[in-house]
């Protein structure tokens, strides 16, 4: 392990390799000189991004207010409606930028941009193209523009001007440790911007072990607020118990049905089961449809079934265009759509409900601290969307708002204090011997949070007691955490964060009283327009805990509202018996 | 299970000939690939592999083995 540290300079550093980040990368160079991007694994082969095939088309003007009012109620009523607004207004230049940066999205035989439906927002609101080519392309934009890519380095923490956590000045730059050679690196720069996507409990889930929060964690520990914790994305992508895709919501189109080991469509005894695709009616509909199969499975009417036998060769064709990795996963496992019942059980894998949650920005994309933009799934939107769309649309403003930032400042003088104290606790682990794995630590976390009864279905008591085995972690296991090398260094810096992340995931998840979109709670099965049409806001306290705020949401011009203030009873409901 | 197998009948040592790198220990973003001594791409962390196909895809001369079917031990559990 080298003893030095090497430090790179720039004046916006971009943290991440995804759409954000690129988007990002590029509109900052427009406006600074250096600008570095710095990813855990490499540009074009790491997270969510190259699975992606639904992207945003551009919006008619006559049809603006009807696509923010469907941004909003899809959102749970919770979506930021200043950003809502953003994303329909400039999607459809940052299209045509695309374009220009070289990806390549399907067209009919006249030219055009070929327009598909997305669940719940209507005809013509995504564009397609195929992930790998879009992170492909506009990475090669952003090399030829100069943008400088590290890859290798996965970023830990960051460096404050007054070197405290919580900061009461502004961020200068980052640390990290090159995931091969455990060289230190720190990264001096006049503004960073995080857009390191999802949180990943590294259950093998969408293929994004690798995206593990650390965004949110380190922004988190800096003193940023984070936001929409309590909500993650529901997932029942895994099929035949045996191996998981992506892709999920390719499987509630196209004529597929759900049913049953007795046959039957169960969905459809739920109100708001939608006749069009799987799912539930003008609400955001993984929650619900992974509820629905829960409780068939838990009242012994399981295995559930997709029976995609209905689809069309061209549905298969798209498919294998546009989503081949979740081909090639069931063509590997020799599992043919157009024969086999496909068995799906609904299983935790990630949280942060991509666009929903994250690092709280304001319409500069800047977070609660100086120097600090967030964009993309680490950014807290608090609406789903089309999330390629909202990461391009809010990585472009987080981009271009960083480097205007950093024109008018100095680099930092004295970050190496800090970078020195980081680097000690950083490489700790190294000098254990006898100690805990950072696989033993997320063992030991997902042992408590995968339970459906602690993730599908909480209820206070159960979330208490996941709380309390997660401050243990942190407590008792943290402190003993140990590495062989420096790929087992990085596990244990994801593995320090997840513990963290799972504890305002639950804190969150506690201080909601009522049930909406994926957040389920027994005990107010019930949706609370009156009293929940809030946000959940966790903050550093300064003091090793968690403070929170509740903020109604901001509604914008469009003070768009759902039109009854009542309690609106859940579709699916259960109570989970104890054991 | 995950990454099955590299074939070393088949892999040419990309890193080594080209310079370039080795693809599928470019491509892996859970890190799983290292180089033996020899150049040659080995499974170094076979526990980490989320089996996402990637080097699958990325090797140039088809000599990755990848098995979609993954340890899942907390599947379904209440």
Redesign the interface.
Known sequence: MKQDYEVQESDVLVIGGGMAALSAAIRAKDFADKVTLVEKAKVGRSGASIYCHAYGAPVPDDAFERRIKEMVRQSGYLGDQSWCEIYVREIGERQHDMEKWGVLFEKDEQGNLKRDEIRGMGPKFMALAFGKQVIEAMAQYALSTGVKVVERVAVTDLLTSDGNYPTEGHIVGAVGINTRTGQFVVFRSKAVVITTGMISGKLHRIWMDNVTGDGHAMAFRAGAEIGGMEFSPSMFGVWNRKFTTGGQGQFQYGGTKLVNRLGEEFLYKYEGASKEFIGFEGREPWGELSRAIAVEILEGRGPVYFDCRAWSQEKIDKMRKLQPFVMMSFDEQGVNMKKDLVEGTPMVGTYDNICQSGIRVNTLSESTIRGLYAAGAAAMYGAVTIPQGMCLVGGYRAGGNAAKWARDIEFADNFSVQARRLREAMFLPLQIKEGISPDQIYYSVNKVVTPWGASIFKHEERIREVLGEIRRIARDDLPRIKARDSHELVKATEARNFVLLMELHNLAALERKESRMTHYREEYPYTDDRNWLKWILLKHDGKGGVQLKIEPVPLGRSAIIPDALTRKPMPVQYKMRRP | MTIERIAKDICEACGLRTGVGCPIM??????VIRLDERGFPYI??P??C?????C???CPNGAVK?????????????
């Open positions: 470019e491509s892996c973003s859970v890190d170094a962390y526990d980490d989320d089996s996402c196909f990637l699958h895809l990325d990848v098995s979609a079917e993954i340890p899942l031990p907390f599947l379904a559990r209440y």
